[in-house]
């Protein structure tokens, strides 16, 4: 009988994981352009004809019209196919990992945040901000998951609040003094206050060095192999920070536990 819901609960995150996906698109193109979320109904942005309920389905519209708008023929962006297949894929992580160690009310939390990290990571990306409103939103989530978590006590969430959002805070003053500019977004300490709440300490350290590694390992392989002065995320003088953290945070929820108990277990 555990068998049976553990297999319907992957398939409702699955399902969830691609309508919410579809959803995410929408936020990723409006919010930063101050538009409503819920109005105008969903239309093409390049001959604005609205768009009927099966050129919205997820993944299988985009197949069936090529990527291109039913009614002008313009070029549709892969984005919104490869969000929505990523959000399912994510989504279904979620309980494959986390539902018989941490259980399902917790997978749904993660999923959640996940969601949230994957709208902060584009938007930041294009726009170089996270909204305050997505902020806000990942935080409650991570208010949520100090109910849903049977593994991490709220005190270890707490320490992870102070740890990921004091440790980023640091940097964030001590560039302000040396520099005397911004060094990096305010976004991304209220970003990782909240992550740390969310994953507890330990987990916090995890996605912490995760996120370095991977934002070092890029900018030098962007300098080295690609021998791009200026490209894409780390090019340029000001790049975008939170696809690493957000990388280091999922990485950190599925496995951050089991990974810091291991690297200490190495020593004593
Ligand atoms: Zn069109």
């Not at 691609?18 to 390049?46: D, E, Q």
């Not at 990527?67 to 969000?83: D, E, H, I, L, Q």
């Not at 945070?249 to 291991?262: H, Q, T, V, Y």
């Amino acid at each position: 009988m555990e068998q049976y819901y553990y297999i319907t609960a992957c398939v409702l995150f699955a399902v969830f994981g691609l309508c919410i996906g579809s959803f995410l698109n929408v936020v990723i193109y409006r919010l930063p352009r101050g538009m409503n979320l819920a109005k105008p109904a969903s239309h093409c942005t390049t001959c604005g004809h609205k768009l009927a309920w099966y050129d919205n389905i997820p993944l299988l519209s985009y197949v069936i019209l090529r990527g291109k708008c039913r009614y002008c023929g313009a070029r549709v962006s892969p984005r919104y196919f490869a969000v929505e297949l990523l959000n399912c894929v994510l989504w279904l992580c979620c309980p494959l990992t986390m539902y018989f160690s941490r259980g399902v009310w917790f997978a749904l939390v993660c999923a959640l945040a996940i969601s949230l990290l994957l709208t902060m990571s584009l938007i930041d990306m294009e726009n170089l901000f996270i909204p305050d409103s997505l902020q806000i939103c990942f935080f409650l989530v991570a208010v949520g998951g100090i109910f849903a978590d049977g593994a991490t006590g709220w005190q270890d969430k707490l320490y992870g609040l102070l740890l990921g959002g004091g440790f980023f805070l640091f940097f964030y003053c001590a560039s302000f003094m040396l520099f005397k500019r911004e060094g990096m977004g305010f976004g991304d300490v209220k970003l990782m206050a909240s992550a740390g709440l969310l994953l507890g300490w330990k987990a916090t350290v995890v996605s912490v060095v995760f996120a370095i590694v991977v934002a070092l390992a890029d900018i030098v392989l962007r300098k080295i192999v690609f021998r791009s002065g200026n490209a894409g995320l780390a090019g340029s003088e000001e790049f975008a920070f939170a696809p690493y953290l957000a990388l280091g945070i999922f990485a950190a929820l599925l496995f951050g536990n089991a990974l810091f108990d291991g690297y200490v277990a190495l020593f004593v």
